[in-house]
């Protein structure tokens, strides 16, 4: 082959490699299984997250609490447990749970934002430390809405970007 040829080649092979690693990187730098978890950590207990919001979202408390539960089951090596003995302890609420108008168009309101935001505390049997922390979330929504039709639409979202932000706070020390 002649050296012109290889001279070419060279800056494809070169950001074929850049764009491999790059990508085997990403897919790395997601992973949050058993991050931030020592290996004398076993079993974690998550109480159920109560509703000490303003106004109560029935199925709110109940959905989160489970949907927690089986994310921390499902992408850690933690086992679940009841008892008090558990290695680490979860136990929260939620804190708000309010609209507010977010957007305005011709002197009226266009667009709500349900805010929404829980309080968890993160109790560390082993090691003997205690973790405090807030996470909170808005979710806009049309303001021709009710309330209850927003919360329809929005409930899936508002359950999975809350239980992976608490998630990332617990594992990944956000």
């Known amino acids: 082959m002649p050296v012109t040829r290889k001279i070419f080649l060279l800056p494809f092979v070169a950001v074929f490699c850049v764009i491999a690693l790059t990508h085997s990187n990403c897919k790395v730098s997601y992973g949050l299984h058993d991050v931030s978890i020592p290996d004398s950590v076993k079993t974690v207990k998550v109480n159920f997250i109560e509703n000490k919001a303003r106004y109560v979202n029935p199925r709110l408390s109940p959905t989160l609490t489970d949907r927690l539960r089986q994310k921390i089951v499902g992408q850690t090596r933690l086992t679940q447990t009841n008892g008090d003995n558990a290695d680490w302890e979860i136990t929260g609420y939620v804190s708000d749970y309010s609209v507010s108008t977010s957007g305005i168009s011709q002197q009226q309101s266009s667009i709500n934002r349900l805010n929404v935001s829980v309080h968890i505390t993160l109790l560390k049997r082993k090691g003997n430390d205690q973790k405090e922390f807030d996470v ?39």
């Not at 009710?146 to 956000?174: C, G, K, P, V, Y």
């Open 136 to 174: 909170s979330h808005p979710f806009d929504f049309p303001a021709n809405l009710t309330l209850q039709a927003a919360e329809s639409q929005l409930s899936d979202q508002i359950i999975r970007d809350m239980t992976d932000e608490i998630f990332n706070h617990i594992f990944s020390d956000w």
